[in-house]
T-cell receptor
Framework: EDQVTQSPEALRLQEGESSSLNCSYTVSGLRGLFWYRQDPGKGPEFLFTLYSAGEEKEKERLKATLTKKESFLHITAPKPEDSATYLCATDSWGKLQFGAGTQVVVTP | EAQVTQNPRYLITVTGKKLTVTCSQN?????MSWYRQDPGLGLRQIYYSMNVEVTDKGDVPEGYKVSRKEKRNFPLILESPSPNQTSLYFCASSSIQGYEQYFGPGTRLTVT
């Protein structure tokens, strides 16, 4: 059965304290893996798509990487505005499966 | 402005009373999808559509119907809502090639 698991469930960071979020997956026919950011009461906001093992993408303080079994979202020197829930999702030709998310809180 | 709109944003209804949640996008996207989000369970895909007249089941399609008669619209229909369909619903769209899904603002549904 296809499965997407994110860890940790929650993460509390001091401003400037870098960390990584994990997304492990078992999906047949993976076409791509996505990372989204979600703020309370809002729809998810797209961050990255990764297509193949070894691929990396960066955006400001965020960097996403992909292996054959997991993906990491690295947050470098986070700021309070990086506080959000981060979601990963796998795509098998239109059928998407989301992880439960990692709630990140960055304190000044 | 590129956007996905959903209506209504909030709805309280009673068991068994048919309802429709509309979803519309102005980006000429081929792909559209519906999700429900519940605490501890994350986002779960209900139905998706790769193009007009093409729809497929996601992980939790039971109790829901969809149709895609026009490219821009993808309504979600609950023929006989039950309390376990109380949830936050999101519609999303993307171009097949672009992959970047744009999400609507969400519809909070309560079924009593």
């Amino acid at each position: 059965e296809d499965q997407v698991t994110q860890s940790p469930e929650a993460l509390r960071l001091q401003e400037g304290e870098s960390s990584s979020l994990n997304c492990s997956y078992t999906v047949s026919g993976l076409r791509g893996l996505f990372w989204y950011r979600q703020d309370p009461g809002k729809g998810p906001e797209f961050l990255f798509t990764l297509y193949s093992a070894g691929e990396e993408k960066e955006k400001e303080r965020l960097k996403a990487t992909l292996t054959k079994k997991e993906s990491f979202l690295h947050i470098t020197a986070p700021k309070p505005e990086d506080s959000a829930t981060y979601l990963c999702a796998t795509d098998s030709w239109g059928k998407l499966q989301f992880g439960a998310g990692t709630q990140v809180v960055v304190t000044p | 402005e590129a956007q996905v709109t959903q209506n209504p944003r909030y709805l309280i209804t009673v068991t068994g009373k048919k309802l429709t949640v509309t979803c519309s996008q102005n980006m000429n996207h081929e792909y559209m999808s519906w999700y429900r989000q519940d605490p501890g369970l994350g986002l779960r895909q209900i139905y998706y559509s790769m193009n007009v007249e093409v729809t497929d089941k996601g992980d939790v399609p039971e109790g829901y119907k969809v149709s895609r008669k026009e490219k821009r619209n993808f309504p979600l229909i609950l023929e006989s809502p039950s309390p376990n369909q109380t949830s936050l619903y999101f519609c999303a769209s993307s171009s097949i090639q672009g992959y970047e899904q744009y999400f609507g603002p969400g519809t909070r549904l309560t079924v009593t």
